[in-house]
């Protein structure tokens, strides 16, 4: 046992040495390193670390900066094509620009009218007259800048009719007329010259009446003069309870002939506009001046002076059975040169004018307090006109009247009345109310309405004229005329 102890203690030995040999370079080296070495071994391996972690961080941010460059690139393709996607899309349906400056207008009416108690020849058999009608009017206006605009309508109704764009259903279905009834540019200067805006405008071609009106006593509303016409405000700003003050001047031709004078209607009006409190007046002084109106007479007859070489009269070109005549007129007995053949032509009966010349002055007024009664405004007006260069003493007219109410919106309403009395040498017949009597002059009479808004925009009413003559032409009844109307409007 003893032997093996001493064999055992002698390899532990053996083998202790053989390691401490092994281990004595590197047990010397450290214990050759100083502490600063020490410290400096390891920052250096500390930096190392650290520039291999930057270097690491670098390649992430440079994968991830290449990464973002393409996301936006496509980002930005994405959002080129979804921009002219869109672009092309607003091209293809927004509206020309022409088109926006644009504004369309117009109304239908339809009608049931009856004549009762017509005023006839004595001996005649004169019996009540019902008719149903119909107007349509469109129109469309291109404002073209603040400056200049072009406006165009069409209406239905005879076209030789001045006074009227209704039709009458009759005639087997047959289709109704069409026609131009405006056509006009409007140029309003402002401060492309240097001009306060709305200071003047400047309407010319075929227009509706520009002058302010209460009534039609001297014009129907359907009359459009053509030629013509400025409007002049006065007042940049309201003068304490002036509001403004209106200039309007006509310069309007009704007939042009070759080879003497043309027709002319020349005149203006002042028009001013005030308020006292709650009540709002507006006024208007006219004068128009009728320059040979003899040719609106000659149209209402087929005959004329003027002959062929062969002696044969010649058709008047200018003839229009349509229009309305009650003013006295002169005629000339006409005997036809002899034809060559020896024939005598038969001798008739020319209209060569009117016996009366037309210079009117006339004043118009209406006053108008906006909440009346329930919200609703009271409106009364007032008319008179006088013809100077009249043939006789029926050279005056005049109309008044009231109204309570308006139709604006649905459950709106209104009721009127007024009075007409229209001499017959006060007006030219041609022109005035086509709905009173049976239009012209030398007639007067009451009329009443009542107007409801049944519907956005349907305006139903019932309308009553009642009239007689004031001069009772020769061998004629004088029966009150009852001329009774029903209206179905739309207006857009």
Do not use: C
Not at 179 to 197: A, E, K, Y
Not at 457 to 476: E, M, Q, V, W
């Amino acid at each position: 046992m003893s032997n093996r102890f001493h064999r055992k203690r002698r390899r532990l030995v053996a083998g202790g040495l053989t390691l401490l040999l092994l281990l004595s370079p590197s047990v010397q080296a450290y214990a050759a390193e100083s502490a600063a070495e020490r410290r400096l071994r390891i920052l250096e391996e500390t930096l190392r670390q650290t520039q291999e972690e930057v270097k690491a961080l670098h390649r992430q941010l440079d994968e991830q900066k290449t990464a973002n460059q393409e996301t936006e690139k496509k980002v930005t393709e994405a959002g080129i094509s979804a921009r002219t996607a869109s672009a092309d899309a607003t091209k293809a349906t927004s509206l020309p620009d022409w088109l926006a400056r644009t504004t369309v207008f117009g109304d239908v009416r339809y009608r049931h009218e009856g004549f009762y108690h017509q005023p006839h020849v004595k001996g005649q058999v004169a019996t009540a007259r019902n008719r149903e009608r119909v107007r349509a009017r469109l129109g469309v206006r291109v404002a073209f800048s603040d400056e200049i605009s072009a406006t165009i309508r069409g209406a239905s109704g005879n076209p030789n009719d001045p006074i009227s764009t209704n039709e009458t259903l009759t005639n087997n279905f047959t289709r109704k007329n069409f026609n131009l009834d405006w056509g006009f540019l409007t140029f309003t200067p402002g401060q492309s010259f240097g001009i306060r805006p709305g200071a003047f405008a400047i309407t010319g071609g075929k227009f509706p009446l520009p002058m302010f009106r209460t009534d039609e006593l001297l014009f129907d509303e359907d009359v459009a003069p053509e030629g013509l016409s400025e409007t002049f405000q006065l007042l940049g700003a309201p003068i304490g309870a002036l509001d403004q003050v209106k200039l309007h001047a006509f310069q309007w031709t009704f007939d042009e002939v070759a080879n003497k004078q043309d027709g002319w209607t020349l005149g203006g009006q002042v028009n001013p506009s005030m308020h006292f409190g709650n009540l709002q007046l507006e006024a208007g002084l006219a004068q128009y001046w009728w320059l040979n109106p003899d040719l609106i007479a000659q149209s209402l007859s087929r005959n004329t002076t003027a002959f062929t070489a062969t002696g044969a009269p010649v058709a008047n070109s200018n003839f229009n059975s349509t229009l309305v005549n009650t003013n006295l007129l002169v005629t000339k007995n006409i005997r036809p040169p002899r034809l060559p053949n020896g024939t005598q032509p038969a001798a008739f009966n020319a209209v060569t004018g009117y016996q009366s010349g037309f210079n009117q002055s006339n004043f118009t007024l209406a006053a108008s307090i906006p909440n009346f009664v329930a919200a609703r405004p009271l409106r009364f007006w007032a008319d008179y006109v006088y013809n100077w260069d009249a043939a006789t003493d029926d050279a005056h007219g005049w109309t008044s009247g009231l109204r309570l109410g308006q139709t604006k919106t649905k459950g709106d309403w209104s009721v009127f009345g007024f009075y007409e009395h229209l001499g017959q040498e006060a007006a030219i017949s041609a022109f005035t109310f086509s709905d009173f009597g049976t239009a012209g002059t030398n007639v007067e009479g009451p009329g009443v309405g009542i107007e409801y808004q049944l519907l956005n925009p349907l305006t139903i009413s019932a309308k009553g004229y009642f009239t007689n003559f004031i001069t009772r032409p020769a061998d004629n009844t004088n029966p009150t005329l009852t001329r009774f109307q029903l209206d179905a409007l739309v207006k857009f």
